[in-house]
T-cell receptor, first 108, second 115 residues
């Protein structure tokens, strides 16, 4: 079992829709959770971090964390073509651990 | 503020040859990471340094990979001899706080093709 699992995708949504990206993790002791965005041919960049159960909003992005279910998600509202990228969930626990990412395509 | 610098950006070698990648982290960042990212996969940690000491190298194939961080600043990752399966992007990242609670800043990566 991988330490961090993401829905395999690819995920395609129309412009203006909500994109939902999901991630589960295996280590119950994990305390910090990150979402990185990686454009094709580029390096990952941090877009959201979350540490407590519940929701955290930043502009069009909302991260949701449920530690009891070992689940973290990222919602992108009003999706734009510029949001088309691979989204990586990272759950560091002693070392930074990334999922394999979900590729999102937003169609105009 | 200057970002994480990596070189070379691209390298093509034949199997059994050697290659070295260089990384200079953001000034003041004590923690430095080397990741391997194979196409279609997430980054896989190879080695983590805190200053010039190794924190984690459990996933580094030590029979062929080596890394050092002299003087706690820049770092070099070496592969010798290279195998076909080493074809990947090698990402260097740095962090102010150590990564578990803080943001990782990535360089542009070094793309290795082994023929």
């Amino acid at each position: 079992q991988k330490e961090v699992e993401q829905n395999s995708g690819p995920l395609s949504v129309p412009e203006g829709a909500i994109a939902s990206l999901n991630c589960t993790y295996s280590d119950r002791g994990s305390q910090s959770f990150f979402w990185y965005r990686q454009y094709s041919g580029k390096s990952p960049e941090l877009i959201m971090s979350i540490y407590s159960n519940g929701d955290k909003e930043d502009g069009r992005f909302t991260a949701q964390l449920n530690k009891a279910s070992q689940y973290v998600s990222l919602l992108i509202r009003d999706s734009q073509p510029s949001d088309s990228a691979t989204y990586l969930c990272a759950v560091p626990r002693g070392k930074s651990t990334f999922g394999d990412g979900t590729t999102l395509t937003v169609k105009p | 503020e200057a970002g994480v610098a990596q070189s070379p950006r691209y390298k093509i070698i034949e199997k059994r040859q050697s290659v070295a990648f260089w990384c200079n982290p953001i000034s003041g960042h004590a923690t430095l990471y080397w990741y391997q990212q194979i196409l279609g996969q997430g980054p896989k940690l190879l080695i983590q340094f805190q200053n010039n000491g190794v924190v984690d190298d459990s996933q580094l194939p030590k029979d062929r990979f080596s890394a050092e961080r002299l003087k706690g600043v820049d770092s070099t990752l070496k592969i010798q001899p290279a195998k076909l399966e080493d074809s990947a992007v090698y990402l260097c990242a740095s962090s102010l706080t150590g990564g578990n609670t803080g943001e990782l800043f990535f360089g542009e990566g070094s793309r290795l093709t082994v023929l």
